[in-house]
């Protein structure tokens, strides 16, 4: 459901010529709290709130979700609604790599599979390998 309203909150940013960028990212952000604050007092009596508590949580709403909210709302002036959620498919691969950097943790399996099919789906997506093949790059 995550990523259907996400995927329809693009088409809609592109279908009224919402700008994105700290404004957009803000309005939606406090409109994100408020929906999340009835199940966060819920469901946070028993964490003990300390200041690795609290550094934790504030790394994981800074770095994924407001940069990454501030990215796509940014990429959706540039480009189109589809290639903007194609290329967001490559989160995978950037936890992949943050996971091995900080945590030396090793892609296994079929990982290396689902990487290159993600990375081909972007490729495509975006019309990299129109000039390959001489056609005209799409708009």
């Known amino acids: ?51 690795a508590t609290v550094a934790a949580l504030s790394g994981l ?28 498919l490559s989160e995978p691969l950037f936890a992949a790599l943050l996971a091995w950097l900080l945590l030396g943790e090793l892609p296994q399996g079929g990982f290396w599979a689902g990487a290159g099919c993600i990375v081909l789906g972007i490729a495509l997506m975006n019309g990299l390998f129109d000039a390959c093949v001489g056609r005209k790059k799409r708009r």
């Open 1 to 51: 459901m995550a990523g259907a309203g996400y995927g329809a909150f693009s088409v809609l940013v592109k279908k009224f010529c919402l700008n994105g960028g700290l404004r957009l990212t803000r309005a939606v952000m406090w409109g994100g709290a408020a929906f999340l604050l009835i199940p966060f007092v819920q469901h946070t009596q028993g964490i003990i709130w300390n200041a």
């Open 61 to 88: 709403v800074l770095l994924p979700t407001v940069l990454g909210f501030y990215c796509t709302t940014k990429a959706l002036n540039a480009l189109s609604a589809a290639q903007v959620q194609v290329s967001e």
